[in-house]
């Protein structure tokens, strides 16, 4: 169970919650710059549509897969786990003591949903 928590924690509420929502707050993407990055250097080797393509809808395969992760893991409690981070994200620069309660409180509905649910 620890480590299913620890795994859940880590990728979900902090990865797909948290920093997404610091990111959003900040206003920048990381991962869409590194995509576009990736994306530019493939296609000047191999100038593919079809790779072109696959570089313009990975950032929404990824999110999605980052979704269904949560969702298999620790079920729709996970996933408000992962949105009250994500929120907790956002409004972290204007209210550092709320954004640091909704932090805590997603901790512990992670910790509860994975705590519930065993494989």
């Known amino acids: ?7 859940f924690f880590w990728q979900s509420v902090i990865g797909l919650g948290f920093l997404s929502g610091l990111w959003t707050a900040v206003g920048i993407d990381p991962e869409e ?8 250097l493939v296609t000047t080797v191999a100038p593919d549509p079809t790779l ?6 990975l950032p929404t395969l990824l999110l999605i897969g980052s979704v269904i ?20 994200g956002l409004v972290i620069l204007t209210s550092v003591i709320t954004g ?6 997603a901790v ?8 519930r649910r065993r494989r």
């Open 100 to 105: 640091f309660a909704l932090l805590a409180a």
């Open 69 to 88: 992760g949560a969702y298999r893991t620790a079920k729709v409690p996970g996933l408000i786990s992962a949105l009250v981070a994500y929120i907790s």
């Open 1 to 7: 169970m620890a480590k299913k928590f620890k795994r």
């Open 33 to 40: 710059i590194l995509i576009s990055a990736l994306g530019s």
């Open 108 to 115: 512990i509905i992670a910790f509860c949903s994975t705590r």
């Open 52 to 57: 072109r393509a696959l570089f313009l809808i």
